[in-house]
């Protein structure tokens, strides 16, 4: 339940007064980037290097709250991935230092580690002292998951950059008018479909990318995909990047002519059967982009990937839809007169999953029970209100699949996000789930789901009904969804 709470700062803070009016006329709140790494030790003596990242905003009284992520960085657990929330308490400490107590719970796993159903809990107390931008420090922590054989106590590292929240309140006619980035600050969303061949085969994927823009042609993101296609369903990555594009446009406005760019990409990724050694990966990758009416854009990407711990060498070539998310900062272009500038609603929820029969490799079925967080907006500005695009991510909690996970995305025709009272919906999701021996035999995936529920202000409540079917796999099961997140002004 940890998760639901960590993602509703947004509708606690805007009604309760926690958010802070920000001198432009909209709202604001503390938000902390962090990363952090650590070594656990297995019951047989085997160590897995853990990285960890987290986005916590400021909800009042010294507590943050949001969404966080482990991966596997060193050993041979490649592909182990959690996926949950975080409660963090702050205080000063002596001599300028700061700190921190906090409680992260997810859910997750991946080659083949121990954990059981997939459930993480993570304690931990941390001491930081201000160096450069951010705040270093030391962090006692213990990982462990109760149905698995995982129980580790451990100390690490913590690197942390205090940022500003920027929002408005859900429904808000107009934006409010400064320079700024508002929510977290990436500018440009992209949706991928693509493929890895490599000696030992091939297989397809399917992922996310947000942009952060830079100014002259520079960006930096993030990125997560997961298998979809070719036998390697439970392979799963996520990775920070960063690059450079040059637009051969000769003039202003619309243009055939694309921009180039390259693109480079490290994090973690494994699982599938797919040998990433400890889970490091690296790609170096070409770009094509060309801008389309409504904000929306279309990539083109051709690399490699490698990793430097394990075999895996591969060439990757994947499309991309792309959605220009800031409008005043997509592309470089100079700021619209604040009249023009339109806020657009966003809705964030954590979700708790039923799953009453999923169907594993071996002829049997049982429940599985998940955690994950899921995110809808308007596709388009220039387009009707009732089409949203969402979609989310989801690891296993509950059953035994603790391995199992997924990635879905997909349209909605369903109530306005800004609207108030009952909101229904219908949804056509699509993704790459696998992993903890559900049969989903190369990883793509499809949801229905219909959904009703209660907008409060900037509270949501949501329960959705519907079935996940795998493409090739024997997968075939009820879904059962409930969701509480915050709707905001972007």
Do not use: C
Request: charged share 15%.
């Amino acid at each position: 339940m940890l998760l639901l709470g960590s993602l509703l700062v947004m509708p606690a803070a805007a009604q309760t007064g926690g958010s802070a009016p920000a001198t432009d006329g909209g709202r604001s709140l503390p938000l902390n980037w962090r990363i952090g790494i650590e070594q656990l030790k297995l019951p047989d003596g085997e160590q897995i290097g853990l990285v960890g990242a987290s986005a916590l905003v400021g909800v009042g009284n010294g507590w943050f709250a949001g969404p966080i992520v482990f991966g596997a960085a060193s050993g041979q657990r490649g592909g182990l991935f959690v996926i949950g929330g975080e409660a963090l308490w702050r205080t000063a400490g002596p001599a300028g230092s700061r700190i921190e107590a906090g409680l992260a719970i997810g859910g997750g796993g991946g080659a083949a580690a121990p954990v059981g159903s997939g459930l993480m809990l993570r304690p931990h107390l941390d001491w930081s002292w201000p160096v450069g931008p951010g705040w270093l420090g030391i962090t006692a922590s213990r990982v462990d998951f109760p149905r698995g054989a995982i129980a580790s106590n451990q100390i690490g590292l913590v690197y942390s950059v205090d940022d500003i929240f920027r929002y408005q309140r859900a429904g808000s006619a107009r934006s409010a008018g400064s320079g700024q980035r508002s929510g977290f600050g990436f500018d440009r969303f992209w949706l991928l479909a693509g493929q890895y061949r490599s000696k030992s085969g091939n297989h397809g994927y399917g992922g996310l990318r947000a942009d952060h823009l830079l100014g002259n042609g520079f960006h930096v993101g993030i990125e997560a995909a997961g298998a979809a296609q070719g036998g390697a369903d439970g392979y799963a990555e996520i990775l920070g990047s960063i690059g450079k594009e040059w637009s051969l446009k000769t003039g202003p406005g619309p243009s055939a002519l694309p921009a180039v760019g390259i693109r480079a990409a490290a994090g973690l990724g494994g699982g599938g059967a797919v040998d990433t050694g400890g889970g490091p990966l690296l790609k170096l990758a070409a770009t094509l982009h060309w801008d389309l009416p409504h904000d929306l854009a279309l990539g083109v990407e051709a690399g490699r990937t490698m990793a430097p711990d394990g075999s895996f060498r591969a060439n990757h070539l994947h499309l991309a839809l792309g959605l220009n998310l800031d409008r005043r900062a997509a592309g470089g272009r100079a700021a619209a007169a604040p009249a023009d500038l339109r806020a657009d609603t966003v809705e964030w929820a954590a979700t708790l999953g039923h799953f009453p029969q999923m169907d594993y490799r071996n002829g049997s079925s049982d429940a599985v029970q998940t955690v994950g967080m899921r995110l809808s907006r308007r596709l388009s500005p220039a387009l009707d209100e009732h089409l949203q695009l969402t979609g989310g991510i989801h690891f296993a909690a509950g059953g035994r699949a603790g391995a199992y996970g997924a990635g879905l995305i997909g349209l909605a025709l369903a109530t306005p996000l800004q609207q108030q009272g009952l909101h229904l919906g219908a949804e056509m999701l699509a993704g790459a789930a696998g992993g903890g021996g559900i049969d989903t035999r190369g990883g793509a995936v499809v949801q229905p789901m219909l959904r009703a529920g209660w907008a409060d202000g900037s509270q949501r409540w949501r329960i959705g009904v519907g079935q996940i079917r795998s493409l090739r796999g024997d997968l075939r099961s009820p879904v059962v969804e409930l969701s509480y997140g915050a709707a905001i002004g972007l």
